[in-house]
């Protein structure tokens, strides 16, 4: 067996804050062979990340150290490397691809300055030289119309596409070794299918190590030869992906598998009272250019859409970003302006105004995607729950509304003694928890999920799934469920709805969509999000 290119042998990171030591990594050992992709999974907050960025020596110095261990490369230790030396690696010998690329490109410059500048400062190209390489690493990762792109923004470009750019930064110098931070997390499963494919194909072009960073499981059994489970910064399991897999050891890898949302939707009568509805519902926004701002044409969100919406049962909306998705869940709760009737409860509510809209919300919610977002930091969790019990004027005394507040935090399993922190006091699945306990405290008929679960790790989802479960079935509430993960969707979702360009391209129930799709469109969805790896053209989001 030839010697590892990267060999971590006892490593430990700390980082110093208010002049206390918490130890993020604690004397973990992995290497990673020539050709190979070796995968650092684990759940948020693990040390995958720390234990990545600890190789090219991108932590925080000096509030990072290294208490023991030794990261060796070539022959060459880069714990305490000196700033000449790591340049000459970083982007060099050893490139990286980070979880967020919106945040990782700079949105002042082209992605030819960007994908450039690598190529300028490790192999000195210039002019035309230059740009004929961008060209060639632009059209290598599959962004279509290369030339065209060149003196396009970050902004200007889909996530994939974004995606795509940052790997053609890191392999711009044909590197030894490819890290790739959480690639995948904020993209659509189609798109994340077509850069896992695309990551494998360059891997075995190039004959480069991948190292691949995640909490995402199907990724890891679909992509790795190798496998190391990290939890509260410690290596627990490791071994070949199919004996890890097949055959797990440690009760966290036992636990981590068995993780997958699962279960079914309740099966809430198909005859139940109809909640919320819509026939030939359109959000068109109005494309204005020149002086005069003239409107030349319209986008359109929402193209015609017709849905009912039943109590105890959940409508689930798939399809990509920029499908229209959650559009057409803000349509429905009138905060975008729409055409055609929006009927909650039998009453038609489009031409409503504000202050005749404001008592039925208290029956209508909304629970946003981001935990992170959508709770003010400088408010406490019990003012958070209680604001709209404030809102709706409920008279309730302070004591009552306190008493509410603790209810509703029980029902999502978080400790009403808690109630006087913060946010940033919370995990993201706390936090998830605590926005569903803000939409539950008003007992609404109606609930708007918009990617409830996205930013959560799998075993958290998994949890979130359950109460969405378990509070639709006291509650007998009726959801409106939006999300790109199909997994999830069909542990939830008694109907769905397929969604593409503003239009419903499917509809049915979960088991004619999941089990028989008609169109080519969700037959790609669902091969996507069940095998994953796709072919690596194209970009479906573009």
Request: glycine residues 8%.
């Amino acid at each position: 067996m030839s010697a590892p290119l990267v060999d971590v042998k006892n490593l430990s990171v700390a980082f110093r804050s208010e002049g206390e030591e918490i130890l993020a990594v604690d004397r973990i050992s992995f290497d990673v062979r020539s050709g190979e992709t070796v995968a650092l999974v684990g759940e948020s907050g693990s040390g995958k990340s720390v234990s990545a960025l600890s190789i090219l020596q991108l932590l925080p110095y000096p509030q990072a150290s290294h208490p023991s261990g030794e990261i060796m490369f070539e022959g060459r230790n880069l714990v305490g490397a000196s700033e000449k030396t790591m340049r000459e690696i970083r982007g060099n010998k050893i490139g990286v691809v980070f979880q967020e690329p919106m945040t990782s490109l700079n949105p002042l410059h082209t992605i030819e300055r960007q994908v450039g500048e690598v190529l300028q400062l490790h192999k000195g190209l210039r002019g035309e030289k230059l740009r004929a390489r961008v060209l060639e690493l632009l059209d290598k990762v599959g962004i279509p119309d290369a030339t065209e792109r060149l003196g396009a923004y970050p902004h200007q470009l889909s996530g994939g596409q974004r995606q795509r750019v940052m790997i053609a930064m890191a392999l711009a110098n044909e590197p030894n070794l490819l890290i790739a931070d959480e690639p995948t997390t904020a993209l659509d499963v189609t798109v994340q299918a077509q850069i896992l494919a695309l990551l494998k194909k360059l891997k075995d072009e190039m004959g480069m190590a991948l190292l691949l960073i995640t909490h995402d499981l199907g990724v890891v059994r679909k992509m790795s030869d190798r496998v190391f489970v990290m939890t509260k910064g410690e290596i627990v399991e490791r071994g070949d992906t199919e004996t890890v897999f097949d055959n797990p050891q440690h009760a966290y890898t036992k636990r981590l598998l068995a993780s997958e949302p699962k279960g079914r939707a309740l099966g809430g009568a198909k005859d139940a009272p109809v909640i919320m509805e819509t026939d030939d519902l359109k959000v068109w926004f109005p494309i204005k250019r020149g002086f005069l701002r003239k409107t030349v044409g319209y986008v359109k969100a929402v193209d015609g859409i017709s849905l009912t919406v039943r109590r105890g049962r959940t409508l689930g909306v798939v399809g990509e970003s920029g499908s229209g998705k959650t559009t057409l869940g803000l349509a429905l709760l009138r905060l975008l302006s729409s055409e055609g009737p929006v009927r909650f409860e039998g009453r038609d509510i489009q031409g409503l105004k504000q202050n005749e809209l404001r008592p039925l919300r208290r029956r209508m919610q909304i629970v946003f995607q981001d935990p992170y977002g959508s709770l003010s930091p400088r408010m406490s969790i019990s003012q958070i729950v209680e604001e709209g019990l404030i809102v709706q004027g409920l008279g309730l005394t302070p004591d009552e509304r306190r008493e509410r507040v603790s209810s509703a935090l029980q029902e999502v399993g978080i400790d009403p003694a808690v109630q006087d922190r913060y946010p940033h006091e919370f995990s993201g699945g706390q936090r998830q928890r605590i926005a569903i306990a803000r939409a539950m405290a008003l007992e609404p008929h109606f609930v708007m999920l918009d990617e409830p679960t996205s930013a959560l790790d799998m075993s958290v989802q998994a949890q979130i799934v359950d109460l969405l479960r378990d509070l639709q079935k006291r509650m007998n509430l009726g959801y409106l469920f939006i999300s790109h993960d199909l997994k999830v969707v069909r542990a939830l979702s008694d109907d769905i709805i397929v969604m593409r360009n503003g239009k419903v391209v499917e509809a049915g129930t979960a088991d004619e969509i999941f089990d028989h799709p008609k169109t080519d469109y969700t037959k790609a969805l669902m091969a996507a999000a069940f095998d994953l790896v796709a072919t690596p053209e194209g970009d479906a989001a573009g």
